[in-house]
């Protein structure tokens, strides 16, 4: 009997955290007129969320690049179709890797901050105080870290896959010894700009989106003590690694499912 | 339900009616204390009019049926045991919590039936001392000071800095503007907090338990300043605090709140003259009488025999 209570209740709790945090979402953006209007709050979010997460993902980019190199090197060569290597790093990264690891590690680097940040000034009161002083606190430090989330997320995609590319290029081209015009040609002959490009740079907002606002919320939403807020970080990069592989399949099936 | 006239230390009290809390709870904005409200006086004076204010936090009641009157232009003082509510009091005052029964007004606005834009421009008018200092951590003493300013004004950055620089010179912290609130100690921040405070010219200040963490020195440049605000600003304070000899010198009011009651209230004088024991005990501060030291607890010996 006690298994059903306690089964009953998580299952209200989940559910009534499901709605408190689509409605922090509509207030979230309900702030973002003011945000537009103070550019300054967003770009610097846009910094330490964006610009700050760079060398971890251009590192990143590089070395998955790289395996994709090698790994689609050792496969395509039993088919005598080394020549394809550009199309398959190409596609591998701009469809899927690109924005998924981008995203985990967004996640991981930024998002968690993020929760850390806003769980910590919830504990020491700063966000009672600026409710005190008439400010109110979710369109005034939220909102700005949401967008900031949102904005450079497909940047970060896009230079992981940017850097992904020229690591398969100098794995490929450079050791394995493929065709340096090969490589290239069969890239832009077979990459498609709306299927492969804008599929990934819609993936990469959704992830953008998911795992800011699961961010933001756990971080709003923890309960104002060290451990609290501890637990909250650990929620955050967990709830938006499992979103973020969860979405990427609804999105795939989506976008590829009829090719 | 206990209404305000259980109180018997409420001398007016009794006139209002078991089950105000009710009405109250409907009056439009722009209401205003009744005239047989407890405080004597008119009710143009009264600038905060908690009416049979009851809060719960789960089953734990910390206010039953509460009423107080804190006049304009005093320095009014709520003082009490630790964890009676005086924080959670101030909270209902500003808005951030809802009272289970009763009401609170400012300046004749009930504060929860506001919508948020009307709290938000009545918040603008009220400043609040928060028992942590609650800076924001990541920007620097000034831009501390300087926050509530840029939010609300339009003011041009050379007014921005004279207007800061002012509030810190009458903390005392002028020369402490380019610190990070990690760098200050507690003492400090909480004046810092103060400054920041009082940057928006707000009507009315609540301060919680302002001279904890002040040294001598501090702490009597903290009393006169609380003071020299409260009467050259015409301000309205409420401070709360367990310092009986500073509150006491500063107070023209206090309420003494214990166990979710008012238990007594006066003029200091009129305080320090009360026969009732709880009173005494609280301002002289003895051990022994009718308030417990202890938060409710089993048997002690019991306690200590279980954990065998
Ligand atoms: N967030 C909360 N959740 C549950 N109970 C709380 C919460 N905050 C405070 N309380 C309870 O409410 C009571 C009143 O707390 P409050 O902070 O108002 O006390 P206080 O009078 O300001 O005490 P102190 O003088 O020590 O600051 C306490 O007994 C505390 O246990
Ligand atoms: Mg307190």
């Known amino acids: 009997m006690n298994v059903f209570i306690r089964l009953g209740e998580t299952t209200l709790a989940m559910l009534q955290k499901l709605g408190r945090s689509h409605l922090f979402l509509l207030h979230v953006l309900s702030g973002v007129p003011g945000i537009l209007l103070r550019p300054r709050l967003l770009s610097a979010q846009v910094f330490s969320l964006g610009v700050l997460s760079i060398l971890i993902i251009a590192v990143s980019g590089l070395f998955v690049g790289m395996v994709l190199g090698l790994q689609g090197f050792n496969v395509l060569s039993d088919f005598g179709a080394e020549e394809s290597l ?159 592989l969860g979405c990427d399949f609804v999105l795939t099936a989506l976008m590829f499912g009829d090719a | 339900m206990v209404t305000a006239s259980d109180n018997a230390l409420f001398g007016a009290a009794q006139d209002i009616p078991a089950g105000a809390s009710l009405a109250y709870n409907r009056v439009p904005s722009g209401w205003t204390a009744p005239n047989d409200s407890p405080a004597p006086g008119n009710s143009d004076e009264v600038l905060v009019a908690v009416r049979n204010l009851s809060f719960a936090r789960g089953e734990r009641h910390i206010f039953d049926g509460i009423d107080m009157d804190i006049r304009r232009g005093k320095i009014t003082a709520i ?57 924001l951590t990541d920007i620097d003493v000034f831009e501390n000071v300087a926050f509530p300013l840029r939010e609300h004004t339009r003011l041009p950055e050379s007014m921005i800095r004279t207007l800061v620089l002012m509030k810190l010179q009458a903390v ?111 301002m002289q501060g003895l051990p022994d009488g009718p308030v417990a030291f202890h938060y409710p607890a089993a048997d002690y010996a019991q306690d200590l025999l279980k954990a065998r």
Request: glycine share 12%; aromatic share 8%; proline share 4%.
């Open chain 2, 79 to 135: 003082m009490g045991p630790s964890g009676t509510g005086k924080t959670t009091l101030l909270r209902l005052i500003g808005g951030q919590l809802r009272p289970t029964a009763g009401s609170v007004a400012v300046d004749g606005q009930v504060v929860h039936t506001l919508r948020l834009g009307e709290l938000y421009e009545l918040r603008k008018r009220m400043g609040m001392l928060f028992q942590s200092g609650a800076l």
């Open chain 1, 86 to 244: 550009g199309v398959m790093v190409a596609a591998s990264l701009v469809r899927e890797l690109g924005p998924v690891v981008t995203a985990l590690l967004f996640a991981g680097r930024a998002g968690s901050a993020l929760t850390a940040e806003i769980g910590l000034m919830k504990a020491t009161e700063q966000l009672s105080g600026m409710e005190m002083m008439a400010v109110d606190p979710i369109k005034r430090i939220v909102t700005p870290r949401f967008l900031g989330g949102l904005i450079a997320m497909p940047l970060l995609a896009a230079l992981f896959s940017m850097v992904g590319v020229m690591g398969g290029f100098f794995v490929g081209v450079g050791l394995l010894g493929v065709d340096d015009g090969a490589f290239w040609t069969a890239m832009h002959t077979h990459i498609d700009f709306w299927d492969d490009i804008i599929n990934g740079v819609i993936k990469s907002l959704v992830f953008g989106v998911v795992v800011t606002w699961i961010a933001v919320f756990e971080g709003y939403d923890a309960l104002p003590t060290s451990e609290g807020v501890g637990r909250a970080t650990t929620r955050s990069v967990v709830f938006s690694a499992f979103a973020v």
């Open chain 2, 172 to 282: 005392g912290l002028r020369g402490a503007s380019r610190l990070m609130p990690s760098e200050l100690s507690g003492g400090m921040a909480r004046r810092v907090a103060l400054a920041r405070a009082i940057a928006l010219d707000p009507m009315m200040i609540m301060y919680d338990e302002p001279f904890t963490g002040q040294d001598p020195i501090s702490m009597g440049v903290l009393v006169q300043l609380i003071r020299q605000l409260n009467d050259a600003l015409g301000l309205t304070s409420i401070v709360v605090s367990h310092d009986v000899h500073e509150t006491a010198a500063i107070a023209d009011y206090i309420y003494l709140v214990s166990a979710g009651r008012v238990v007594g209230q006066g003029t200091p004088a009129e305080l320090a003259d009360s026969d009732s024991a709880w009173v005494r005990q609280f």
